[in-house]
């Protein structure tokens, strides 16, 4: 089974910036790809960012242009830099991994395969 553990949440202002980090505990990493969800209170979870297999990624349109999600296989991790956020990005941030190593939209109901326990991110003046 495959562990994935979170970090680099915490309280930030309007306008500042932060940078997830989340580390798998996969043999065999470079093949999956790997997506980052959110979820903010009386909210269902929102896919925000995927990479794939090949590092080719996709946005949703709500975070294109401040956030960028990269990976770095040799560590087995990925991360997601958030810059110029706003209190509506406030949400509790969870990584996940999909064995099938390919990106597929939120609505398709294609189910990734392991979860980390998530962040909270917190936007605030």
């Known amino acids: 089974q495959v562990q994935l553990v979170e970090s680099g949440g915490g309280l930030v202002q309007p306008g500042g910036s932060l940078r997830l980090s989340c580390a798998a505990s996969?043999?065999?990493?470079?093949?999956?790809?790997m997506g980052w969800y959110r979820q903010a209170p009386g909210k269902q979870r929102e896919l925000v960012a995927v990479i794939t297999s090949g590092s080719s990624t996709n946005y949703a349109d709500s975070v294109k242009g401040r956030f960028t999600i990269s990976r770095d296989n040799a560590k087995k991790s990925v991360y997601l830099q958030m810059n110029s956020l706003k209190p509506e990005d406030t949400a509790v941030y969870y990584c996940?991994?999909?064995?099938?190593?390919?990106?597929?939209?939120?609505?398709?109901?294609?189910?990734?395969?392991?979860w980390g326990q998530g962040t909270q991110v917190t936007v605030s003046s």
């Open positions: 996969a043999t065999i990493f470079s093949i999956y790809a």
């Open positions: 996940a991994l999909d064995r099938s190593g390919n990106y597929y939209p939120s609505d398709s109901g294609h189910e990734y395969d392991y």
